[in-house]
């Protein structure tokens, strides 16, 4: 199947989000441990309609799972993205399954573009990344690689913002009320130990698995599962409860955008702080490389929009600015930290609508 015919074969299958859903996803990307009633009240429908649309959302392949925006470097892990090009005699996709087994590897894209893939990778020091990168080249030959390493994340979204108005922290602070002692306390305890790293693992997968159960995987009580979730949250280990969409399901076309501001002296922490304000823009960073700023953008509808998009944002304000662009076709893996607990599957995304507790 050539890449038009991938495309086409996508677009055939997008789903046509009303104006209600994209809200809905908003409010599930900005805080998906809000109640349905509480999401039914900021969109002023019934819990019960709120259900029917999450499940309908996932049924559409929309709405991947539940899952969390974790904050690495808290515990011990950079970031870099790693695009991969000149795959000689070897099949993308065959290719692009190999590296998702690495568990330093996050999120696999394959595109189109300034790479054949796109690949999102953490590490705890140079030293294991070039380890990951060296076992790369044997396995597949002589690739092209090229490595942005991440300094500063401006913004980390799965959405764009349907619901601006909205801040989930004014809506959701059940988990994060405490005493001003206890908030103390969590704040020195930040370190975080195996069994941590299990939760933080179940809640990537679904973070909507009650306590109880995580407890019987990690042997502590489901109270003791809440605490360490709450300090975690405290210490901004956990930066919030977000989703795992398929943006081309949703109809949104997804490019990555490479932007060069070396020879425009433009300084790029202004830009990656402008260009996080869009709400098209989904993830921005600054970072070591090639290139000087890495955007994530989403935009609805056809590849010409998306270039009057990146026309607003960038080349009618900025000039000398180079833009390489990489649009994704697909994602063959998406985390938010390494596997930390592989024995753990989640259940089917059947029914979202029963509230899962303590």
């Given amino acids: 199947m050539t890449v038009i015919q991938k495309i086409w074969a996508k677009r055939e299958k997008v789903a046509k989000l009303t104006t209600s859903e994209k809200k809905l996803l908003s409010i599930l990307d900005k805080d998906s441990w809000l109640t349905l009633r509480e999401m039914g009240r900021l969109l002023n429908i019934s819990a019960s309609t709120i259900n029917y649309r999450i499940s309908k959302l996932i049924r559409l392949g929309v ?118 002692k206890d908030q103390d306390k969590a704040s020195r305890e930040t370190k975080v130990d195996e069994k941590d790293l299990k939760i933080l693992t179940i809640l990537d997968k679904d973070n909507w698995t009650r306590f109880k159960e995580i407890g019987e995987y990690v042997n502590l009580s489901a109270n003791s599962v809440f605490f360490r979730i709450r300090k ?28 060069d501001t070396f020879r425009s002296q433009l300084n790029s922490f202004e830009l990656a702080s402008k260009l996080a304000s869009d709400l098209n823009v989904v993830f921005v960073a600054t970072g070591i490389g090639e290139y000087s700023v890495i955007v994530r953008v989403l ?42 607990f592989p024995e753990f599957t989640p259940r089917p995304p059947i029914n979202y609508g029963k509230r899962y507790s303590m």
């Fill in 232 to 259: 975690m949250i405290l210490n901004q280990i956990i930066k919030n409860f977000t989703i795992v969409i398929d943006p081309q399901k949703a109809g949104f076309t997804e490019v990555y955008l490479f932007i």
């Fill in 63 to 180: 709405l991947q799972r539940l899952s969390i925006n974790v904050n690495l470097e808290k515990i011990g892990y950079n970031v870099a993205f790693v695009g991969i090009n000149n795959i000689i005699n070897e099949d993308v996709s065959e290719v692009a399954e190999r590296i998702s087994e690495d568990n330093n590897v996050l999120c696999v894209h394959r595109g189109i573009g300034r790479y054949a893939l796109l690949t999102k990778v953490c590490y705890k020091d140079f030293s294991e990344l070039s380890d990951v990168l060296e076992k790369w080249k044997n396995n597949l030959g002589d690739v092209f690689m090229e490595v942005f390493l991440v300094t500063d994340i401006y913004k980390t979204s799965a959405f764009p913002d349907f619901f601006p108005e909205l801040d989930y922290k004014v809506y959701r602070q059940a988990y994060t009320k405490v005493s001003e």
């Fill in 299 to 340: 935009v609805e509808g056809p590849l010409r929009k998306l270039h009057r998009k990146v026309e607003e944002l960038i080349k009618r304000k900025y000039t000398n600015i180079g833009i390489k662009y990489f649009i994704a076709l697909d994602t063959c893996k998406n985390l938010a930290l390494p596997d930390f």
